[in-house]
């Protein structure tokens, strides 16, 4: 049973697919009786006392229950089936809360009828119950599902409490370390027990516990300046200037921000309070805020290193930000700041104390570029784009479902991926839908830029560009170019570099579809042929000839 996970291609069935089943198995902790070894055991002996033949395995190792995101086991399972790339009829699973712990039950009833629909059945080892659709198996089988979501609830509710307990006493529950404050392991009377945990450590014992106390004096002296620094300047932005100027990293080694300086004015931590729950996001659900009134404080627990007086100060001159300031007054103050730097921007706005940051200005009046025109700032930079980039989106749409379209007529699987939004060709082949927007350069050059959309570079595949005519008023054509997955935040040509780059062009944007599907079409079935087995090749007979002499 200990090599149950291991498929035996020698015993396997070859024609009868009812008798073939695949075994998924999750784990989302270190418990012995979930391991995926267990499991897989169970599943083994259901199998053969079923006469079926585990032919594959999909597995979820250190992963919750609670939702399907980042679940790829489950997730490539559901595929297969509904792709019809399912070479076995049942799938054996240990119980009904290793399928998952979902807290909507339909949700999980759900990803069992997508298995029924295609004829592949769902199987719970471990449970007393066939799943045979009998009325009491549905009464038990949900209620089963029921258990298994109410279990998650009850445990994050304990957990939750424990934590909050614990806040009280002034000890922290979970986070990283913060600048100028160590991390400081103590036993379960609170004792300090000699141990400063560096960043990415963890405590081992479950009776031990993590305080706060004071960091190094570099450290330490670097906080306390940027508390008196900030109450001259009153700009975050300017404190983190000089810091990167005189070359003092953050405590994770990188450059600071203003993001990062007023996180650091704000945390009561520097002067002995300790506060949790301010936020949460129970049971996988979106992070968001929590009223005052459910906060816990700890107060005094942490030796402070920020005197009172200068804490105050600091936090008042936040809170004179956030006065209910009118248009006008928010307006009046982007002249002042225009009459005497001569220009604006968001730096420039958020570096200027005294008004508000650039990011209240776009939200009071839906835009930067709207603010400069009420004050009579024509601005810098052409944003004529950003306010048609809703059109060119649509246009972007338009191609992606072209070419999803074209490609599943000729019997390819399309699906859309994350970080990078591309669409991703019978896990083979990666594609990109851009638009291509307009720019000229200091010389007069025309040319297009792709932006990648995000910080994770683009996979190797291709790019399929709706390529805008000048100034970006409208669509020139459609571009399509190949990609290494070492290409730059933006890839820029012109019109003398398309045929350099090969980089072909299309006047419409079914031609582009048609064209890049023939291309995955041929692609796959070479990808295909290079990694199925060599087969043996029957001798055939030479037919016997003359050698001819070549005379010279």
């Known amino acids: 049973m200990s090599n149950a996970l291991v498929v035996h291609k020698s015993q396997l069935p070859k024609t009868v697919v009812g008798l073939r089943a695949a075994q998924y198995v999750r784990m989302s902790t270190d418990r012995q009786q979930y391991s995926i070894q267990n499991q897989a055991a169970v599943i083994a002996a259901y199998a053969h006392a079923h006469n079926l033949a585990i032919v594959r395995t999909y597995a979820d190792e250190g992963e919750s229950g609670l939702r399907i995101k980042n679940r790829a086991g489950l997730s490539s399972l559901l595929e297969d089936v509904q792709g019809g790339n399912a070479d076995f009829g049942h799938i054996l699973v240990y119980d009904i809360s290793r399928w998952g712990r979902f807290q909507d039950m339909d949700e999980s009833a759900h990803y069992e009828f997508i298995c029924k629909q295609a004829g592949v059945k769902v199987s719970y080892c471990a449970e007393q119950f066939d799943n045979d659709g009998s009325m009491l198996s549905s009464i038990v089988k949900n209620l089963k599902r029921v258990m298994a979501a109410e279990y998650s609830r009850d445990l994050s509710n304990k957990v939750h409490a424990g934590a909050c307990r614990f806040a009280r006493l002034g000890v922290t529950p979970g986070g990283p370390s913060i600048y100028g404050l160590n991390r400081i392991l103590v036993d379960g009377n609170l004792q300090p027990k000699g141990v400063v945990l560096k960043r990415g450590e963890r405590k081992y014992l479950t009776t031990d516990h993590v305080r706060f106390g004071p960091g190094s004096d ?76 459910v906060w816990i404080r700890s107060e005094g627990c942490i030796e402070p290193i920020v005197d009172l007086p200068v804490f105050h100060k600091a936090r008042q001159i936040i809170q004179q930000r956030r006065l209910n300031l009118s248009d006008e007054q928010m307006l ?32 009071r009046f839906g835009s930067l570029r709207k603010a400069y025109q009420l004050i009579g700032y024509a601005g810098e930079r052409n944003c004529d784009y950003v306010e048609s980039r809703q059109v060119w989106e649509q246009q972007r749409i338009q191609l992606a ?36 927007r307009w720019f000229r350069t200091e010389g007069g050059c025309p040319k297009w830029s792709i932006q990648r959309q995000s910080h994770h570079p683009l996979p190797p595949g291709w790019i399929a560009a709706v390529r805008l005519a000048e100034e970006n ?32 062009r299309f006047d419409t944007a079914h031609e582009l579809a048609r064209s890049l599907s023939q291309r995955l079409t041929k692609q796959n079935c070479v990808s295909q042929a290079n990694s199925s087995p060599p087969r043996k090749r029957a001798k055939q007979s030479q037919p016997k000839t003359k050698s001819a002499r070549v005379r010279h």
């Not at 520097?270 to 936020?279: A, D, K, W």
């Not at 479902?401 to 399309?414: C, L, N, Q, T, Y």
Request: glycine share 10%.
């Open 218 to 293: 570099e450290e330490v002296a670097v906080v306390k300046w940027i508390f008196n620094e900030f109450l001259k300047l009153k700009s975050e932005i300017a404190i983190a200037r000089k810091l990167n100027k005189a070359a003092i990293p953050t405590g994770t080694g990188g450059l600071w921000d203003g993001t990062a300086i007023g996180r650091l004015i704000r945390d009561e931590r520097y002067i002995g309070n300790l506060i949790y729950n301010r936020s949460s996001h129970k049971l996988g659900t979106k992070l968001g805020p929590n009223p005052p009134d």
């Open 332 to 363: 009046s103050g982007l002249r002042r700041t225009l009459a005497k730097r001569g220009r604006l921007g968001p730096t420039i706005i958020d570096e200027t104390p005294g008004i508000p940051s650039s990011t209240v200005y776009h939200r």
């Open 401 to 436: 479902s072209e070419i999803a379209s074209e490609v599943e007529k000729k019997g390819g699987r399309i699906r859309i991926g994350d970080p990078s939004a591309c669409m991703h060709v019978d896990r083979s082949v990666s594609v990109v839908v851009r638009v291509a």
């Open 473 to 504: 008023k409208s669509v020139l054509d459609y571009v399509l170019l190949a990609t290494s997955g070492h290409e730059r935040q933006q890839t820029r040509f012109s019109e003398e570099v398309l045929t350099k780059r090969a980089i072909e």
